[in-house]
């Protein structure tokens, strides 16, 4: 079985950095990345019943940031299995292991030192919870810079490395 990662993800490009770091530190066998945010789910019945799972993706995951993973998972090759993007919708502490230990993870990779700048109203940062659990990696961060924000431009400098 691949070794089972997650990095907590607030679609910008730091998260783009860090899955790379992860991809430099972990070099023995093939991985499979779970890029995971929080997400808080309106307890009415109505939007239980009616919200999807695409459209919590639609309105959080920015489209050049997708295009970016699976960049990054072409230049990769064999050494990652899968990326995937997870929500987790619980917000305590006992919920967040349930689904880690559902999800089979195994490490976490988390910037030291880092603030999460999800965008999204009703997305919040896992970085919290994660801290608190034995499997955690801390990679140095470098600060926060305008140019690696995972916008359209992002995405084309992206894609432009790999097609030219």
Known sequence: MNKRVLLPCDFSGHSISLVQAVLSDQTDGPLDLVL???????????????????????????KSFVEAI????????SRVDSIRIEPFYGTA?????????????????????????????SSFDITPMAIKMDIVH???????????????????????????
């Open 70 to 77: 699976e960049v990054i998972k072409k230049e990769a090759g």
């Open 138 to 164: 801390f990679v140095p961060f470098k600060g926060y810079s305008p140019n690696v924000e995972c916008e359209d431009s992002f995405a084309e400098k992206c894609l432009s490395r790999v097609f030219g």
């Open 36 to 62: 995971c945010f929080g997400f808080r789910l309106d307890l009415s019945t109505s939007d239980l019943l009616f919200v999807s799972r695409s459209q919590i993706f639609k309105s959080v995951v920015p």
């Open 93 to 121: 502490q006992a919920a967040f292991k349930v689904f880690l230990e559902g999800n089979k993870i195994s490490e976490i990779y988390i910037y030291k030192d880092f603030q999460s700048r999800i965008g999204h109203t």
